[in-house]
């Protein structure tokens, strides 16, 4: 499956972006969709997911201030940032698992200014 993910930007502390991310293909047979993100010079870490059953997972460092949904029907998952930081700073990236398969997106950037 191709992932096209957008919504990033550029936004002050305290503020909200949404990110979506467009599958190429009916996304009901995906176990596992979420998005990740990447800061200079650090690692790839889990931000959040959501099951096909729609049970959603976050980082300890997002919970209460982001929000991941899914809508089959546009075959696209959300993630709603609220209340954003500056460490919130990352290229996020989606993906999705299918199996033992996983694809990635492109990756969009956010950046949070202080």
Request: net charge positive; glycine share 12%; charged share 20%.
């Amino acid at each position: 499956v191709q992932l096209q993910a957008s919504g990033g930007g550029l936004v002050q502390a305290g503020g909200s972006l949404r990110l979506s991310c467009a599958a190429s293909r009916n996304i009901i047979s995906l176990n596992v969709m979420g998005w990740y993100r990447q800061a200079p010079g650090k690692e790839r870490e889990l931000v959040s997911t959501i099951t096909s059953g729609g049970r959603t997972n976050h980082a300890d460092s997002v919970k209460g201030r982001f929000t991941i949904s899914r809508d089959n029907a546009k075959n696209t998952v959300y993630l709603q940032m609220d209340s954003l930081k500056p460490e919130d700073t990352a290229v996020y990236y989606c993906a999705a698992d299918c199996g033992p398969l996983r694809s990635w997106g492109q990756g969009t950037q956010v950046t949070v200014s202080s």
